[in-house]
Every structure is written in C-alpha cells, then in structure tokens.
C-alpha cells in the first residue's frame, strides 16, 4: 500500500492507519475486484479473475507486480481495468433508465490480461464500452465449466 494518497481523500479507517506506520517493512495491496460466480448445481463458488483497477487519467501504465503474483498463485486469471467515464453529452441516462439495463452505461474501460506477464510493461488493452464489459462478464459464466467432483460426475 502506498504511503501517499494519489488523491487528497481517505481510503478507509485501516488503509489511512495503515499508511501512517512509519516502518516501510510493512507492504499491503487491496485486490479491487474478485470475480466470480456459484455453480447452480453444485453451489461450488469459483473465482474467474481477479483485477487491478485505475482511474483512467491519459496514462495507460500502472504497477500491477504484486497483484500479478497473487494470480499466478492462485491460478487464475489477472486483469488491469482502467475506467472512465463518458461525456454526459454522448449518454443521458436516468435512473430508471439504469435501474431497467442492470447496469450504468457511463463508463468505459480498458482492460489488459496481466497475469502472463513478468513485469509491468507488455500490457495489450482492448476497449469495452459499459455493455460489451457486462456481456463479458456474462460470458464468464455461461462458458465456465464447473470443475468440482460433483459436476465433473455429471458432466460425463
């Protein structure tokens, strides 16, 4: 976690205790998304990807090493998701509007697999809008093949 704050607002109780500690032998990370879903069968939940997001600020660059290992530990998928919003004249979006799509349409992202990666360069972003990244993490579950013992009896 680092020391000083990239903006001047607080993170949290314990993020902004923690950042005082004045031992720099004290390393933290908070892993921003966790995706996953539970298997309808078997109730087995399983993660498909963990991810590092950042406020897109016109620099497309961010040190993703730690959450990098944590992926390739863990086995799983690894993202880099930069996020913006988009100009409120090109999406005028009520509530009712949002509350009817599931989801607010005034973002888009960049997102690059990282946990193939062994360092923080290479990155290959592709651009989602709102709605492609929605269908995306749908996908995730559709294509996903739950691996449990259970489901795998099942499957055969």
């Known amino acids: 976690m680092a020391r000083n704050l990239f ?21 933290q990370l908070d892993i921003d998304v966790v995706e996953y879903s539970e298997c309808k069968r078997c109730k087995k939940k399983h993660i498909h990807f963990i991810a590092e997001t950042a406020y897109f600020k016109g620099n497309l660059y961010k040190n993703t090493e730690i959450t990098r290992m944590v992926a390739q530990d863990m086995g799983v998928t690894a993202y880099l998701i930069f996020y913006q919003p988009i100009s409120n004249n090109a999406v005028k979006t009520t509530d ?4 009817e799509l599931g989801y607010d349409p005034s973002l888009m ?14 990155y290959k972003f592709k651009e989602f809008s709102a709605y492609e ?24």
């Open 133 to 156: 990244w929605v269908m995306f993490l749908k996908d995730l579950r559709t294509c996903y093949k739950c691996s449990s013992l259970e489901c795998t009896k099942w499957q055969k």
């Open 96 to 99: 009712a509007q949002i509350k």
């Open 109 to 122: 992202f960049n997102v690059a697999k990282i946990d193939h990666l062994k360092s923080n360069y290479g």
């Open 7 to 27: 903006y001047s607002k607080s993170t949290g109780m314990y993020n902004d205790w923690h950042r005082n500690i004045q031992d720099d032998t004290f390393k």
